[in-house]
């Protein structure tokens, strides 16, 4: 089942989102390979806690809108949030985010002063640390071999990248395995994958922020599994010391999906991080 119930018309295009709740704003903005189901363990706790809590799958993911002719960069979906934002009357939210997500909330940190009140950065992509060499390589050699895989052949490739996202394998098998490949599981969701994820996989978004990531004006709290495959705990540690009075929590156990390998320690991280001034 969906976590999301609603759609907003957008610049043209159509995000699916959940908002509930009335108190201080929260949105929360997932990564890649994923969509909003990512935060299903997260987001009723901090409803319940008093917040209103904004959760939406990004353009070309999820249950939102698959323009297969549309920028889906880590760019284009910043200016996204800020218009989702608008269209729906949110004012200086926390936002919450993970991997390219975590990229957006930079984005938004460093490009947009005043817009967000706090930033979590939750096993984000940061500098060069993305994509992966082997990306690279598909990216500029073979992304259009790899987007005429089969489906069999396609499922098996999401299946061994989903594994590598959690530090306890046994945790992204079965119904949870399934729900993350279900966006994928037909011809547009493959098709969509390659077009507006891998061919979007730029690091140049998070590397023009480097110089300026000390402009950071807001709190921010970086939390980070120490088992992360994808992201090393290093780049937690560089981040730490660029942005000021950014605080890092490093979680034993837990890999690139903290949310899926700890919910209840990333649950009490986000809840303590909105007590806080």
């Known amino acids: 089942m969906s976590l999301l119930d609603r759609n907003a018309l957008v610049d043209g295009v159509r995000l699916a989102y959940r908002d509930r709740g009335e108190g201080e704003p929260v949105v929360f903005v997932h990564g890649t390979p994923s969509y909003s189901h990512e935060w299903r363990h997260v987001v009723p706790a901090v409803e319940a806690a008093g917040h209103r809590v904004i959760t939406y799958d990004l353009l070309g993911y999820g249950d939102s809108e698959r323009p297969l002719a549309r920028d889906t960069s880590v760019g284009a979906q910043t200016d996204l949030l800020l218009a989702l934002l608008d269209e729906l009357g949110v004012e200086h939210p926390t936002l919450i985010t993970h991997d390219i997500g975590g990229?957006?909330?930079?984005?938004?940190?460093?490009?947009?002063?005043?817009?967000?009140?706090?930033?979590?950065?939750?096993?984000?992509?940061?500098?060069?640390?993305?994509?992966?060499?082997?990306?690279?390589?598909?990216?500029?050699?073979?992304?259009?071999?790899?987007?005429?895989?089969?489906?069999?052949?396609?499922?098996?490739?999401?299946?061994?990248?989903?594994?590598?996202?959690?530090?306890?394998?046994?945790?992204?098998?079965?119904?949870?395995?399934?729900?993350?490949?279900?966006?994928?599981?037909?011809?547009?969701?493959?098709?969509?994958?390659?077009?507006?994820?891998?061919?979007?996989?730029?690091?140049?978004?998070?590397e023009e922020l480097t110089d300026r990531l000390g402009e950071v004006a807001i709190p921010v709290r970086i939390v980070w599994g120490r088992a992360d495959r994808w992201q090393p705990v290093a780049y937690a540690e560089r981040l730490a010391e660029d942005i000021p009075g950014a605080s890092l929590v490093v979680v034993d156990g837990a890999g690139h999906f903290l949310m899926e390998d700890d919910p209840a320690r990333l649950t009490r991280e986000v809840l303590d991080f909105l007590a806080g001034p």
């Open 103 to 206: 990229a957006i909330g930079q984005r938004v940190a460093v490009l947009h002063p005043g817009t967000a009140r706090r930033l979590m950065l939750i096993d984000t992509v940061s500098y060069d640390s993305w994509p992966s060499q082997t990306w690279q390589e598909i990216i500029r050699t073979r992304l259009d071999s790899y987007a005429s895989m089969s489906a069999d052949e396609f499922e098996a490739m999401m299946t061994r990248q989903l594994t590598m996202t959690v530090a306890d394998e046994s945790v992204m098998t079965g119904d949870e395995l399934r729900a993350f490949l279900a966006p994928h599981r037909t011809a547009l969701g493959r098709t969509s994958f390659f077009e507006h994820q891998v061919r979007h996989y730029d690091s140049r978004w998070t």
